[in-house]
Structures are given as structure tokens and as C-alpha cells.
């Protein structure tokens, strides 16, 4: 069986939670290699929001760059990649996905992924959002990002961080066609 294999970027907006999340989902696929990047500010906020080492993160992921690696293979369009999530997604790396400005690699594997037709979903953490967001947004959707806000839902009736947490990533991973038992789809109200 191939292996997929998913670039996992963590950029300096709140929302650790999510990014350990999803690295501790794909760590127990076999079928999937991980290739994470940090950028500086999301390894401060990682370590601020979790309280654990950047480090517990990487021994996690089957690769790990360095944000400022630009000859790292994810660089290239030659390296086969199953599609890309950058989770928390700060508003100043979507805006320069959304401009095509590859200035590190965090960017740069994000234009790769939108110029070689994979997926590349930013889960965007910032709120309120002004009209020049919500045009960077608009045109990264254009050029084929997937745009998934962090915002919660709670019709599943969360009794926990936990379980909102859980659910958001089970939907992240739906958007790649990764099956899992995170979230369950919704089958409408039930009467109590």
C-alpha cells in the first residue's frame, strides 16, 4: 500500500490544540507519513498553549523542516505529496499564500501544493477579520486553498476542549478524504 503523505505547517496563531491533535491522529496511521514544519512564533505558541515541548511534537512526524529550509524536498513540485494543512493558520502566512509570497518554507510548500492542483487547507485562527483579510481570503479560495475557519460547532453537544477539538480535526481530515472516527456527520435535530 502507498503511504500518503501530509505536510502539517503550525504558524504562530493561538490554536495549539489542533495542531497536536492532528499530528497525534496521523502518528497512528500507518498509511500516512507526516512532514511537519513550525514556523519561530508557532513554536513559541505551541509550547505556551500546551505546555509541552516543540520537540514531543516532532518525534511525532516522520520529517521535520526548519521554516527557513527552502531546499527541503516539500519545496519542490517533484516531491509527492497527498495534500497540506496549515493548522493554526495565522492571518500573515495566509496572506502570503493568498500573494504567492514564497518567503519561507511554510509558503512555499503552500504555493506548491495550490500550483501542483493538492489540497491546502488553511485553518484559519483570527477574529474579527477587516475587508483586506477577507480579499486575501477570497483570492486564496480563487487559486484553490481551502479556507476552514477554527470555529467550533456544537450541535454534536461537546462536553469538553476535547471533544470541539476532536470534531474540528475530524473535519480537517474529511476535507483530505482521510477517514476517521473524530466527527460523526450530522443526521439532524433529535427530539429529546
Known amino acids: 500500500m502507498k503511504k ?46 500546551t505546555g509541552i515541548s516543540i520537540n514531543e511534537l516532532y518525534k511525532k512526524c516522520d520529517y521535520v523542516y526548519e521554516n527557513d529550509d527552502l531546499s527541503a524536498p516539500i519545496a519542490s513540485g517533484s516531491f509527492k505529496r497527498s495534500g497540506m494543512i496549515i493548522i493554526p493558520c495565522s492571518i500573515k502566512t495566509m496572506s502570503a499564500i493568498a500573494l504567492s509570497m514564497a518567503s519561507n518554507l511554510i509558503i512555499r510548500a503552500a504555493d506548491v501544493n495550490l500550483k501542483e492542483k493538492m489540497p491546502l487547507v488553511i485553518c484559519l485562527r483570527e477574529t474579527p477579520l477587516h475587508l483586506g ?37 475530524g473535519r480537517v481530515l474529511d476535507l483530505l478524504g482521510i477517514d476517521n472516527e473524530l466527527s460523526r456527520p450530522y443526521t439532524g435535530i433529535e427530539e429529546e
Not at 467550533?152 to 470541539?164: A, G, L, Q, T
Open 4 to 49: 500518503k503523505n501530509i505536510i502539517v505547517a503550525v504558524t504562530g496563531a493561538t490554536g495549539a490544540l489542533y495542531a497536536l491533535k492532528l499530528v497525534d491522529y496521523l502518528a497512528t496511521r500507518s498509511d500516512i507519513d507526516v512532514s511537519l514544519i513550525v514556523s519561530d512564533n508557532g513554536k513559541l505558541i505551541f509550547e505556551h498553549e
Open 133 to 169: 483579510h477577507l480579499k486575501n481570503l477570497s483570492r486564496l479560495a480563487e487559486i484553490g486553498g481551502i479556507v476552514f475557519p477554527l470555529s467550533p460547532s456544537f450541535y454534536h453537544k461537546p462536553k469538553s476542549i476535547e471533544e470541539i477539538v476532536d470534531f474540528t480535526v
